[in-house]
């Protein structure tokens, strides 16, 4: 398949989980992509697997000057940008909030909802004259999820995607440019062995009566090629009537 061919795409936290296999997907539909992440090793791999279409940049989002000057290179080396799929992002620390420090709270904020701002910024230029496709990843938590104890900065940051997400589809209709945002549940990635779980978040866990494993749709955790496969579609023209929308992909677990 070849949807995408000609098409121009940035994905940051591309080395992992739902941005890779996104910029797989991508690229296997001709795209030319751009990769942004910590981890220079996961992106050469990606590059050595896939070849010329595939440009990187080793960048830490939360440095705003490398985050702006990485999509511009990325977007100069492919001669533009129609699509970002805002992505990078972590769990950061999960502890009560009286013990949840200021650089904690900052680390995670910064990471998942001030990059958002910077991506989005950076891109506007980019993508004003000919429109394009901006899709963030947000989250059930903070949006339809709140039980989930210890993330109040997680949480608050994924529900700062949304409401940004919406500001700028209206703000940036004029340019036919799109934003949606989607809201993953359970996923299948190596986010949780980055997490940094406090025991003392047993002091203030609200017993769930949540069925262990039990999911809807399916007795499955989903997995990042069905992120991506919803990302692919935000990002064409089949959805070319939709902006300012959230969408789930959790097999229904956030309706429990
Ligand atoms: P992952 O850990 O597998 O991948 C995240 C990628 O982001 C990693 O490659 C990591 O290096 C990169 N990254 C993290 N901090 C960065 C920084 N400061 N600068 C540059 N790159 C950075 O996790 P994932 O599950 O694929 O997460 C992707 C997004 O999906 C995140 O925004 C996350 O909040 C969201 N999400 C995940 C789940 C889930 O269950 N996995 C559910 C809902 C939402």
Known sequence: MEGFKHKRVIVTGAASGIGKATAEQFIQQGAQVGLIDLHADELSQIKESFGAQVYAETVDVTDSQGLLSAITKLADAMGGLDILHVNAGINGTFTPIEALTIDEWDQTINTNLRSTFLSVKAAVPLMKANGGSIVITSSVN???????????????????????????????????????????????????????????????????????????????????????????????????????TEVYIDGAESLL
């Open 142 to 244: 903070g949006n339809r999820v709140f039980s989930n104890f210890g993330a109040s900065a997680y949480s608050t940051s994924k529900a700062g995607q949304v409401a940004f997400a919406k500001m700028a589809a209206l703000e940036l209709s004029r340019y036919n440019i799109r934003v949606n945002v989607i809201c993953p549940g359970a996923i299948s990635t190596n986010i949780d062995d980055r997490t940094d779980v406090e025991p003392a978040v047993a002091d203030i866990e609200i017993p769930v009566d949540y069925p262990e494993g039990a999911r809807p749709l399916k007795q499955e955790t989903g997995v990042p090629e069905q992120v991506a496969n919803l990302v692919l579609f935000l990002s064409s023209e089949a959805a070319g009537n939709i902006s300012g």
